[in-house]
């Protein structure tokens, strides 16, 4: 079968997503299928360009394909007779971000109408899709909510996990990942001052702003917490990753309400270590079972740094959550097998 | 050029003589297949026919094998419902043979479909707030329906006919002017040719009733209010030293009611005798009339059609007409046929008829003229040749018009408005990638 | 800089342009440019093409980048305030394939009025460009003629052509090109059939996609003409490594494609494996690399002419050795080279 995976891109940057359709298109060849990425470019400022966007990939053609795998708004609009979705994004801020600071589109009557519209080509557009799969329950439930489609969740695996492994249980609880005020790095840095044993705290990614750099770094000078917090300000390659997550005692991840659970949690879990995560980090919690894999609790400092001294007086407790969690993704499903399977149907 | 050309084909029909005529013509130099609403008295088809009794039996795969599919759309439902739900599905070029299409969309919307909201719908289309709200007060008995009226040619909602066609052929420039107000797509001016049916064995004026003594002064055709029957009476009756000299015979059908409203007149007026209304005429005695006529009154006030199958077909004959002045009327040479003002009707009716009355020779000069002009420009050999033109500009059109629709579609799906930018976007962007600039070289040589 | 390379395809069809775009990008990463390569998907159905014409149109990369390089048609539409064109090719049934049997446009108004509209889309664009560069003077000559635009020809070169090297001078022509009617490999049976000497034929190729009964032709032509023992077709893809091998030990490469734009990457191959390149007085673009006598042979297009040019090749096969070398050579001479197309597209 020719799949053709389908999805936007911004020239220049490269984010989540953009990883997962790479990793999907190698892994369909790997499986023995044809198969070939196509990135249509989509610009959303000024708002009107939005539209623009939106037709022009339902004015592209596609031969030569006999399925499309499409990921994203508004790539997924682009018209061929087997179409499947793998949805990872509609475009949020006409849904669940209408109406609060991220809505992104002017509250005019232009503005209204161009929502209006997105959500229209929605309803009618991916209702004429063969199939859809999303990345999440949350991603789900909002497409239940808003549009009224019903859709199957299909976990995102990571694409490569062969550089993951364990070089033992050291003392220190790694943050990886872009640091941003909704990752809530500054949360584990604040954890840090309640923490009773001699845990350390390692923060290592890039930083979005400025302001998220410096908010962190305030707070471990105002409270002395230097020689216990480690900040590598800086994109980590996959290889450092693999590294620093080898020695860690287990990985942080609370972010604030996220879609689904991140690929942080499935490094920790590929490199045996459990996650420490917090009740209202979305659907992180989904992979994460308190005091099974690792440690759910209030988004508190205290709470958070009460996990942290539990896992660092128990070495033995770490190195068994952390293989039940590599054993929590298999029952999941969290796999490229089940990912081809399901879009090759 | 394969070409689908839609028409009625009924004898009754006067599109289907014209259509009969100019596919014989169209047919020397393209492939015509004749498409007809089944009847129960078809024309003879000289070309390859296809008769359907509905418009769905009509075959999308079957049409996909014609670069052109023609529709001949008029005002009267029974002869073009099925044609006219045909262009609905399959866009094409549309003849229009009425510039008033009024009756024709109240007659399908409310007896036919019966869904007055849709008849509604379509008024608001053409006329805006103000059509919505008359027809509203029709469906609901409020008002007088405006078909019944002189007021229909402001709502003629020929657009109706029209939309979405590539191609758009009017009989009249009256005509031609009102589509090129509401739409971008080309349209073509043709004189709406005629053909004299062969002289079948010839009713004498002994046969018909008229003494040799009378001039025969005949008004032929359906007889709709428009065509001022009332006031052609009352100009006769100010007249009355003229009536000795003639008969006057209305020859065409007429509504019960109508027909009870003339005889009263012509009680009134005192001019039994002299007028005679002859309801339908078969196409014998018709022609008849036609032959012995020496004057024809072919009056039309408000003009509600595009031309006039029935003027052309006196003026083929070389008889003198009196016509009003207005629509496609005005646009004929002076001295090829007697107008006169519609807003000083009495007045010039009385000093036309006076005049051709008394004058052989001013009838048979005027009247020649008309046989000359008619024989050179409505031919149905000259209709093909500028129709088969037209037909090429319009399938130039095609694809950009294509375009157009299917981004129109693309964005209605969406749900875009009109108000939204990105239709002006698109507009700009196709106009200046696809139409703007030099014209380029088709590197030939 | 940030540089988009911006290019169209058939998807899972890998022509010249994609190779170009994906050499030039990472030819431009490894002097330390960014660079983003687009490669959108694009339809030669003409019933399609305004409407894609039109949503290349309204992909807007102007926010984006310091310079968009454009490579297939219609990619040159996409908007962009530094654009710069490295033409390869016209949508050609509009141009000069119109009158031909590959003029895939029908000749009725609506062909016509489509032909004129995209004709009118294009010269808007190349409007827009900086500058234009094309790949052969074939191609530059009818932007010329068209379009009354002067490009430059700035000739595309191999990626990491060390690659090849030189091996022995065999017995067998070496055709390696997609398996479709213009590429011509049924000419090259053809040819075949009249040769006195038991010179050899391996053609490498894959079909297009709907080329699969073109791929069926040519066996049953080979077994028509009883060559099965001196023709061999390869219609399926092979490892890179074999490619090269097969270049490396043939007596020379033939390369008959008929008007083709560019001189083909084959050619060029042939040449940097020091090979000498049979082609024929109908091929285009492939007469600005190959000079008859010098770097290859120029046969007159029919099967009698080219049957003698493989017979001489054959019989001499220093002379053969001697015109691959000359190749070499002849490259250097044209300028092809990644420096300067950089130095070019850049400047």
Known sequence: MKLAVVNNCVPFVAGGAEHLAEALTQKLREYGHE????????????????????????????????????????????????????????????????????????????????????????????????????????????????????????????????????AGYGDYILYPGRITASKRQLLAVEAMRHVTTDVRLV?????????????????????????????????????????????????????????????????????????????????????????????VTPPDPQAVAAAMDRLYLDRAAARRMGEAGLELLRSLQIGWDRVIEALTQ | MRIAWFTPYSRKSAIARFSAAVVRELARQETVDLWYPRTGDPLAAEVHNVSFRDASEVDSQKLAAYDLLVYNLGNHLPFHREIYEVSRRFPGLCVMHDFVMHHFFAAYYLEHLRRPQAYVAIMRRCAGARGASVAEEIVTGRR???????????????????RGAYGVVAH?????????????????????????????????????????????????????PNKRVPSVLQALAANRDLLERIVYVVAGPCDPGRLAELESIISRLGLEGIVRLTGYVEEGPLQAY????????????????????????????????????????????????????????????????????????????????AREFAEKHFRADQYAREFLKFAWEVRSARPLLELVDRVAGELKCMGVTKEMQIVDTVSRECEQLFCAGPEPWTGSG | ?????????????????????????????????????????????????????????????????????????????????????????????????????????????????????????????????????????VVADRLARFNRVQAEVLYPPLFQPERFRTGQTGDYLLCVSRLTHHKRQWLALEALRHTQTPVRLVMVGRPDPGEETYAMELSSLIQRYRLSDRVVLIDRWIPEEEKIRLLAECLAAVYLPLDEDSYGYASLEAHHAGKAVLTTADAGGTRELVLDGLNGMVAAPDPEAIATAMDRLYADRSMAQRMGEAGRQRIAELGISWDRVIEKLLS
Request: hydrophobic letters at 40%.
């Open chain 2, 290 to 369: 036609l032959r012995h006529a020496d004057l024809c009154i072919n009056l039309r006030f408000p003009a509600i059609e595009g031309a006039s199958a029935s003027l052309v077909e006196e003026m083929l004959h070389g008889k003198a007409v009196i016509v009003t002045d207005t629509g496609f009327y005005s646009e004929l040479p002076s001295d090829c046929v007697m107008k006169i003002r519609p807003e000083h009707e009495q007045e010039d009716l009385t000093s036309a008829l006076r005049r051709l009355v008394t004058d052989a020779g001013l009838r048979e000069a005027i009247g020649s003229r």
């Open chain 1, 35 to 166: 198969a070939v990425l196509i990135r249509i470019p989509f610009r959303w400022e000024p708002p009107a360009k939005i539209i623009e966007s939106m037709l022009a990939c339902r004015l592209l053609r596609l031969p030569n394909v006999d399925r499309v795998v499409a990921l994203k708004f508004p790539a997924y609009l682009v018209p061929h007779p087997e179409k499947m979705l793998w949805l990872l994004h509609q475009f949020r801020q006409a849904y669940d971000l209408w109406g609060t600071r991220f809505q992104g589109l002017p509250d005019t009557p232009e503005g209204r109408r161009i929502r209006d519209v997105i959500v229209e080509a929605d309803n009618r557009f991916l209702r004429q899709v063969r199939k859809i799969y999303t990345n999440s329950q949350v991603t789900s439930d909002r497409l239940r909510r808003f549009n009224g489609i019903d859709s199957e969740v299909l976990l995102p695996p990571l694409a490569d996990t062969s550089q993951f492994f364990c």
């Open chain 3, 1 to 137: 800089m940030k540089i988009i390379i911006a290019t169209s395809n058939v998807p899972f069809v890998r022509g010249g342009a994609h190779l170009m775009a994906d050499w030039l990008g990472q030819t431009l990463r490894a002097q330390g440019h960014q660079v983003e390569i687009l490669e959108l998907p694009f339809s030669s159905r003409w019933e399609n093409l305004l409407e894609q014409m039109l949503a290349f149109r309204l992909i807007d990369l102007s926010q984006h980048g310091d310079l968009l390089i454009a490579i297939r048609p219609p990619s040159y539409l996409l908007r962009h305030p530094n654009k710069v064109l490295w033409f390869i090719h016209h949508l050609r049934g509009a141009y000069d394939l119109w009158g031909t049997r590959y003029q895939d446009l029908p000749s009725s108004p609506e062909g016509l009025r489509c032909r004129e509209a995209i004709m009118r889309a294009d010269n808007a664009a190349f409007a827009e460009a900086r500058k234009i560069y094309c790949n052969s003077q």
């Open chain 1, 203 to 295: 923060i290592a990614g890039r930083h979005e702003a400025p302001a998220d750099l410096a908010q962190i770094e305030a707070v471990i000078q105002q409270h002395r917490l230097a020689r216990r917090v480690q900040v590598i300000p800086r994109f980590i390659s996959e290889e450092e990753k693999a590294a620093l997550l080898s020695r860690a005692l287990a990985c942080a991840y609370f972010p604030y309400d996220e879609d689904s659970y991140g690929y942080v949690t499935l490094e920790a879990y590929y490199s045996r270590k459990p996650v420490i995560t917090c009740s209202d980090s979305g659907g992180v919690c989904m992979v994460v079972k308190d005091g099974v894999t690792g440690h």
């Open chain 2, 172 to 224: 009249s420039e009256f005509f031609r002017r009102h589509v090129e107000a509401v739409s971008p797509v080309p349209c073509a001016r043709l004189y709406l040719p005629y053909e004299l049916m062969p002289v079948k064995s010839g009713f004498s004026r002994q046969e018909l009733g008229i003494p040799d003594s009378k001039l025969l002064l005949i008004t032929i055709g359906h007889v709709n």
């Open chain 2, 144 to 162: 007088r329906p405006v078909w019944e009226t002189d007021e229909v040619t402001r709502y003629a909602l020929f657009e109706e006919a029209i």
